[in-house]
């Protein structure tokens, strides 16, 4: 049982830990070890000094005595003694003379590298007399004793240390596996297979809860707050997803992955409901099977060149066809997709088919169109209606320049038939003539404006000019109802974009109304003003009268179709004019002046 952790943890941290405490433990150990054995070794050999000295010393006297006697019985007895010694190995005792044959006595066992070796000197016994040197005491010691003692001894403090180190570690192994390492392989396990789709119970460890929390308690509690946040912030991140997936699916048919060289290598299951099958997309690129790459080749080529710029694209519409055969427009937007190394990896998008869109925009445009046709010629009406309402005023300005034509063909003929001819009086008549046929012709040319049927042609226009091509159309109507018109018109007004004819149309009804407004005022004169202005980039035009005025309770009906407050009206005029206005960029309202009348403005965009 004991041994099973040691099996399982063997290649693990618990087996590193012990083989880390064991070297750490031998070095100390052997460290300790020399230590010891080199102090030993260092008393031992200045005791065998000491020895040698205190031999020499208690000797000495003695050997000199048995060289002084030559009595070389008395002189092995005594180095026999010495040998007996701890560590001495070799003696000898030499005679000082100048024979031949000194005496020599020695024993024990002489090493040409002895460990220690000494030399003494011998002196004859001291009799009162100075003393003479006798011979030389040789003393030769090894320390094979001591290195027997300190080998024995290390083997004896490195047996005993190391099966108690051996065994320390043992304990120490097991008690790290069972503090720590078997709950960190539980840990490992709880987290590899812990699934954020399903998340397991809390961590906890199975052991007796400690007196006090230790590291392996914080450890779990610094998991839990993270194993929270996790499934938290997965949480957060899958709603995230689904409510992504379902604004993309909302806001999108089916979603499309092309390659590097814009192949599709992905096409959702979804394009199936539109009549083409997925899988014959792939490996093809978009303009290999769009049917308006011929005939729209410009707007293909900058988009394969945004593609090989990989630039990111929105709502790129083309033409092509379903399954069906049927022709369909798509629109397609995606974002460049690299991989982790920074190169291109192909894109990823969603398409939509907008055939039906393109469609219903076609109805609406046709519908649209249809209703520009008809408010035209409900303005050419209007136009021809006020022309029926103008009759006697136009007849009058018809009639003016032919009358005076006739006047002046009748003198020049009479002067022609003079027997004194004036020829500069009948070439000025002549030139009154063309002029007349010029103004006749002018307010021929001006009606049959307002009669043509056609196009609105957007010009230049000046808007004083428009103002003064009106007046002539209306001057026998102002006299017929006694009605003094003034023209109050800025210096240097900006031009306007617009079609004259239309601007006609507008200040006629308008000047037209201010006339019949005042039919009925007796007590204060009917005067009628017509202002043009110029301020921030608009020409503003101001008709006004001084007539009955506006109901307040009326004024925003005023320029609704079919509203009027005149008895015989229709209730188009105001209606036809501001819709002509605001096709052109302008605005059209009303108000009330402060004396009598009211006043009617438009105003245009200028050009710069």
Do not use: C
Request: glycine residues 8%.
């Amino acid at each position: 049982m004991i041994w099973r952790p040691f099996h399982r943890l063997r290649g693990g941290l618990g087996a590193r830990l012990l083989v880390r405490v064991l070297l750490f433990s031998v070095a100390t150990t052997l460290a300790l070890t020399l230590s010891q054995l080199y102090l030993e070794y260092h008393h031992e050999t200045r005791a065998i000094e000491r020895r040698m000295s205190e031999i020499a010393s208690s000797y000495r006297q003695s050997l000199g005595e048995g060289l002084w006697n030559l009595d070389r019985r008395q002189l092995e007895l005594q180095i026999a003694g010495i040998l007996r010694l701890p560590a001495v190995r070799f003696v000898e005792v030499r005679e000082a003379t100048d024979r031949g044959d000194p005496m020599v006595v020695s024993g024990g066992v002489h090493r040409e590298r002895a460990a220690v070796s000494h030399r003494f000197p011998l002196f004859r016994p001291g009799d009162g007399k100075q003393e003479q040197r006798l011979g030389v005491l040789t003393l030769e010691a090894t320390f094979d004793d001591v290195y027997h003692a300190l080998r024995e001894k290390a083997v004896l403090i490195l047996t005993g240390q190391g099966a108690t180190i051996f065994v320390v570690s043992l304990f120490v192994f097991y008690l790290t596996h069972r503090l720590v390492t078997r709950h960190l392989t539980a840990v490992a396990g709880f987290l590899r297979g812990y699934d954020l789709r399903r998340p397991p119970p809390p961590l906890s460890l199975h052991r007796r809860p400690p007196t006090d929390k230790d590291e392996l308690d914080d450890v779990v509690a610094a998991f839990e707050t993270m194993r929270r946040t996790l499934e938290r912030a997965y949480d957060n991140v899958r709603e995230s997803e689904e409510r992504l997936r379902d604004y993309a699916e909302t806001g999108s048919d089916w979603f499309w992955t092309t390659g590097p060289a814009h192949e599709f290598v992905y096409a959702s299951e979804k394009l199936q409901a539109f009549g083409t099958d997925p899988r014959e997309l792939l490996g093809k690129r978009r303009w290999d099977f769009a049917d308006d790459v011929a005939t729209e080749p410009e707007k293909w080529r900058e988009h394969i060149a945004a593609l090989d710029r990989h630039e990111p694209f929105r709502d790129f519409v083309y033409q092509g066809r379903g399954g069906d055969g049927e022709v369909r427009f798509v629109s397609v937007s995606g974002t460049p997709v690299f991989d982790a190394d920074g190169r291109f990896a192909g894109y990823r998008g969603v398409a939509r088919d907008i055939t039906e869109r393109r469609r219903a925009e076609q109805m609406l445009r046709d519908r649209e169109q249809r209703i520009r046709d008809a408010q035209a010629e409900l303005a050419r009406v209007t136009r021809v209606t006020t022309l029926g309402e103008l009759a006697a005023s136009i007849a009058h300005e018809v009639n003016q320049p032919l009358a005076a034509i006739v006047a002046d063909a009748n003198a020049s003929l009479n002067w022609l038939a003079a027997s004194d001819r004036n020829l500069d009086r009948v070439r000025d008549a002549l030139e009154a003539i063309v002029n007349d046929g010029h103004r006749a012709g002018d307010v021929i040319h001006r009606i049959r404006q307002l009669a043509t049927k056609g196009e609105p042609q957007k010009v230049t226009v000046d808007i004083n000019g428009v103002i003064r091509d009106v007046m002539p159309l209306l001057r026998s109507e102002l006299q017929r109802h006694q009605v003094t018109a003034r023209l109050e018109l800025a210096d240097a007004v900006p031009a306007v974009l617009a079609d004259p004819v239309q601007l006609q149309q507008v200040i006629i009804n308008l000047m037209i109304n201010a006339i019949e407004a005042m039919a009925s005022i007796d007590d204060r004169q009917r005067a009628l003003a017509i202002r043009s202005a110029s301020g921030n980039g608009e020409v503003v035009v101001t008709v006004r009268d001084a007539g009955v005025g506006i109901d307040p309770s009326t004024v925003d009906q005023l320029f609704d179709a079919f509203f009027t407050t005149k008895s015989g009206g229709m209730g188009m005029g105001l209606s036809i004019s501001r819709s002509i206005i605001e096709a052109h960029g302008g605005r059209f309202w009303a108000t009330p002046n402060p004396d009598h009348g009211a006043s009617f403005h438009f105003a245009l965009p200028a050009l710069r």
